[in-house]
């Protein structure tokens, strides 16, 4: 895709070597307002490298990132960039209120978004329940509801639908469309490709390279394959 002068996300021919093995090939590709897009690929992809070097903690062999016209890790995109990582990284001995207040200090946000974020990921009921008698699906929600505070332009999330049932994945997904809806880039890690068919934008990803990139339907057009697994495995036999 060509680049434009709305793109919130820039990475061009990014190369990650670590302990002498290239993680990430030359990776291409730009973000637009408003995009909700799924990054997938096997483990081993290169996937959460990539999101570390969109979060500016990886450091990388070569080209650039820039996010928000900023080069990705810079001080000025504090609170512009949205962070959901795989494993809970809130407090379980903290309610629900309490976790998203505190975060909110951290980010310098007013009381005032508490309440919005609380209500934003459907947990105003939970608020003053502790983090550790929720479920898997309602601590997701919690660790959304903080990467929320601000209402970053840009959000990476890792996985964070990973070992939920269908209906909270349900969910969730339908949140991440209503974010992407008001104007938030909005990237999601996956390894399940059944999860294509919820973005409208796919980069798929294997051993550092970036085999795909565009709408769910192009991928199956150009496949031939009547589901997304299928597609995957025949993007990765015409690769070989």
Known sequence: MECSDHSTIEVSNLRVVRNGNEILKSISF????????????????????????????QAITGGAVRILESHAGSPSLRGRLGYMAQSSAVYLDLTVEENIRYFAGVLSQPISEVARVTDVVALASFSRRLVSSLSGGERARVSLGVAL?????????????????????????????????????????SHVMDEAARCARLLLLRDGTLLFDGSPASLLAASSAPGYDEAFERLIEGDQ
């Open 30 to 57: 730009h973000a637009t307002s408003g995009e909700l897009i799924g990054l997938l690929g096997p483990s081993g992809s290169g996937k959460s490298t990539l999101m570390r070097s969109l979060l500016g903690v």
């Open 149 to 189: 505070l601000g209402s970053p332009p840009v959000l990476v999330l890792d996985e964070p639908t990973v070992g939920l049932d269908p209906i909270l994945r349900r969910d969730l997904w339908r949140t991440f469309g209503d974010l992407a809806r008001t104007g938030a880039t909005v990237i999601v890690s």
